[in-house]
């Protein structure tokens, strides 16, 4: 089912809605890489390991079995997408493509790196 991208992409309470949406699809889906990447960044680094006393955080090992879960469930049910030469031959025959090096200039020039100093 395609999902109205207005509501679910909308960033306010970090992403509270595609978060939801997410955890209520039906596979095939393709979670959003970018929020998967930074809910576990957060996960792991905002959360001690160990509670004050020395006790394991297993509410740390919860939360990131049931992170896990959901990319799990996306990747259960395979899309049933017939190749099509068509489409095969476009995307092959890219003629206008940038060379690694000028795609990092351009990013480069785009949104510079902090210099460390």
């Known amino acids: 089912a395609v999902v109205s991208t207005q509501s679910t992409g909308d960033s306010s309470d970090s992403?509270?809605?595609?978060?939801?949406?997410?955890?209520?699809?039906?596979?095939?889906?393709?979670p959003y890489l970018g929020l998967?990447?930074?809910?576990?960044?957060?996960?792991?680094?905002?959360?001690?390991?160990?509670?004050?006393?020395?006790?394991?955080?297993?509410?740390k090992r919860h939360?990131?079995?049931?992170?896990m879960d959901v990319v799990r469930r996306s990747q259960i049910?395979?899309?049933?997408?017939?190749?099509?030469d068509d489409v095969i031959t476009f995307f092959n025959n890219f003629s206008d493509h940038l060379?690694?090096?000028?795609?990092?200039?351009r990013s480069e020039d785009i949104k510079p790196r902090r210099r460390r100093g």
Not at 63 to 67: A, D, Q, V
Not at 77 to 84: E, F, K, V
Not at 99 to 105: K, Q, S, T, Y
């Open 15 to 30: 992403h509270k809605n595609l978060r939801s949406a997410l955890r209520s699809a039906t596979p095939p889906l393709i």
């Open 36 to 59: 998967c990447v930074a809910d576990l960044t957060f996960l792991i680094h905002g959360n001690p390991d160990k509670l004050e006393g020395g006790e394991i955080n297993f509410t």
């Open 63 to 67: 939360l990131t079995y049931k992170f």
């Open 77 to 84: 049910t395979p899309y049933n997408i017939a190749p099509r």
């Open 99 to 105: 060379e690694e090096e000028e795609m990092w200039r």
